[in-house]
């Protein structure tokens, strides 16, 4: 297996259920890419990992691979003030005076509040002028939550990341209050999002930026936060586990690289993070792709056939239909194909020609794969090859539950892929997908066909016809179809005032938020 790195397994700190049982997705993508776990969440849960690395000095540094440990913040008071808070419409609704309210509601929510030792809320009363503005600052912040409309409990729910007091971890609260970690919509994403900015070339360059634009800013609305929160509160333990199986890789550093373009923006960052949630969507999604065509010898070459929707259907759509399906089915295939490597391996051929083979081969599999126990009695006396079957059947099904939903789920979440007008999902990117290629490709201006070929060079996008050559060579599309697909993007970004043409066979692509041009027509 020495056709990819892949890194010694860390040692869990916390108890053995911490860590996954059958070690074969991480190997190859890391511990965890996880479907439930949206870009946003990703964002939030690597926020929170970075504001408490920046608080020992440490941010996007690793001292050694594999071994980051990092205590977030939980924030509990603010939650139950914002999320399990069901007392302040009875309140409004009660017609008492200013005093009544703070009285009732105080005592309402000593009563109601989870996972808090001491629940004495009467601080807020010297922080508000009014119960009303205090019910007032609630409701903005209660609208401000990032995907608050699924059916979370409200240990789970989250703001926007106005600034440090706005960041903490996802929490399970029991009804008789105890506080713990919980994995469902803080899925290690994150963890493996800190790792792979922590391993590119430009890391230093990165935590700069964001220390300046996010850790540091004290902007009003962290302030109404801080004001709710009051003290902030950290977990108690450490957590520990993250995985990242590969200690430098391109996409580490073609996300930095973009990231810091966006920061550089003159924009506020409040406005540039969305950006760069789909740009970490993007890469991420990218990565997964990249590392499964590494399992295969002939190094499969990745790329996204991208439809721009146009009044005029062509074979693009259906080219793009099938880019994306094989994509999304590349994963499970490279998952199987690299458990059955194992059997080219002198280890395994050893164990075949033992006496006790089937005792050999479970020796074998478990060392590289955790699986299965090695006293498992009725795994011993199976044939090598029922032993790998067996495995080969629970690794797929394992991946099916998250690793194998994650490029569909993410590819649509970022405006990636649509079924839009198509009984078959293809890559046909959104505005807005489109808008945030723009502003992290663009230093001023670009020329269309340099922009064309920037897209398939750092994301694998197959847009105009120069892209297309192989597709074209092959037979499977005319190059009429993919300069007709490139015009109609051209267009698209006019009507999104993303692009003006000086003449027919000049055009430039602009980012908005740049006011000065580099590049000049040639």
Same mark, same amino acid.
């Given at each position: 297996?020495?056709?990819? #790195? ?29 479907? @439930?776990?949206?870009?946003?969440? /990703? ?10 690395? !920046? ?10 691979? *594999?071994?980051? =440990? ?14 399990? *808070? ?27 509040? %989870?996972?808090?030792? &001491? ?9 508000? #002028? ?41 929490? $399970?609260?029991?009804?008789? %209050?105890?506080?713990? =970690? ?33 850790? $540091? ?12 929160? *009051?003290?902030?509160?950290? /977990? ?20 930095? @690289? ?42 499969? $070459? ?9 009044? $005029?259907?062509? &074979? ?5 239909? *099938? ?8 994963? %499970? @295939?490279?998952?199987? +194909?690299?458990?059955?490597?194992? +059997? ?64 569909? /789920? ?14 078959? =999902? ?9 808008? =945030? ?12 066909? #340099?922009?064309? #070929?920037?897209? !398939?060079?750092?994301? %694998? ?6 892209? +297309? ?20 993007? @051209? ?32």
């Amino acid at each position: 297996m020495s056709f990819m #790195e892949i890194l010694p397994r860390p040692q869990y700190q916390e108890d053995s259920s911490t860590g996954p049982q059958l070690w074969i997705d991480e190997q190859i993508w890391g511990h965890r890419l996880h479907d @439930e776990q949206t870009p946003w969440l /990703t964002m939030l849960e690597f926020l929170g990992i970075l504001h408490a690395e !920046h608080r020992q000095g440490r941010a996007l540094s690793e001292a050694r691979l *594999n071994e980051l =440990t990092y205590r977030p913040q939980l924030q509990l008071r603010l939650r139950n003030l914002l999320f399990n *808070n069901p007392h302040m419409a009875v309140v409004r609704a009660s017609g008492k005076n200013d005093e009544g309210m703070w009285t009732q509601w105080l005592d309402l929510m000593s009563a109601g509040a %989870g996972g808090l030792e &001491n629940k004495d809320f009467s601080y807020l009363r010297d922080r508000f #002028e009014t119960f009303k503005d205090f019910d007032a600052v609630v409701s903005f912040l209660q609208g401000s939550s990032i995907e608050g409309g699924g059916n979370k409990r409200w240990s789970s729910k989250f703001i926007f990341p106005f600034g440090v007091n706005s960041l903490y971890e996802d929490a $399970k609260v029991s009804a008789s %209050g105890g506080v713990s =970690t919980d994995r469902r919509f803080f899925g290690r994403t994150g963890e493996i999002l800190y790792l792979m900015l922590c391993r590119s070339k430009r890391a230093a360059d990165l935590a700069a930026r964001l220390d300046n634009r996010l850790l $540091k800013v004290e902007g009003p609305y962290d302030k109404l936060v801080g004001a709710l929160q *009051n003290t902030a509160e950290t /977990t108690v333990k450490e957590r520990a586990g993250s995985y990242l199986p590969c200690s430098q890789y391109a996409c580490f550093d073609h996300l930095a @690289e973009d990231w810091i373009a966006v920061l550089d923006l003159e924009i506020p960052a409040y406005d540039a993070l969305p950006h760069m949630v789909t740009l970490l969507g993007l890469h991420i999604l990218l990565y997964q792709l990249a590392r499964a065509a590494e399992v295969f010898p002939e190094q499969r $070459k990745i790329s996204l056939v991208c439809e721009i929707v146009s009044p $005029k259907r062509s &074979n693009v759509r259906e080219l793009s239909a *099938n880019s994306y399906q094989q994509n999304n089915t590349l994963p %499970g @295939e490279a998952l199987e +194909a690299f458990v059955r490597l194992v +059997a080219d391996t002198p280890e395994w051929k050893s164990a075949l020609a033992s006496e006790e083979a089937g005792a050999s081969a479970v020796e074998v599999l478990s060392r590289k794969f955790d699986w299965p126990e090695r006293d498992d009695a009725e795994k011993v006396k199976a044939s090598p090859d029922a032993l790998l079957a067996e495995l080969l059947k629970a690794a797929s099904k394992r991946h099916k539950l998250h690793v194998g939903k994650f490029h569909a /789920t993410w590819a649509r979440l970022i405006g990636l892929s649509s079924r839009r007008a198509s009984r078959r =999902t293809r890559y046909a990117p959104t505005d807005r997908l489109l808008k =945030t290629l723009v502003i992290c490709a663009v230093d001023g201006r670009m020329e269309f066909k #340099e922009f064309l #070929e920037h897209l !398939h060079q750092r994301y %694998g996008m197959v847009i105009g016809d120069r892209q +297309a050559q192989d597709f074209i060579a092959r037979g499977d599309a005319d190059q009429e179809n993919f300069s007709d697909n490139a015009r109609w993007l @051209e267009e698209r970004l006019a009507s999104l005032g993303l692009l003006e043409r000086l003449s027919d066979s000049c055009a430039f692509v602009k980012n908005p938020f740049k006011r000065r041009f580099s590049r000049e027509c040639t």
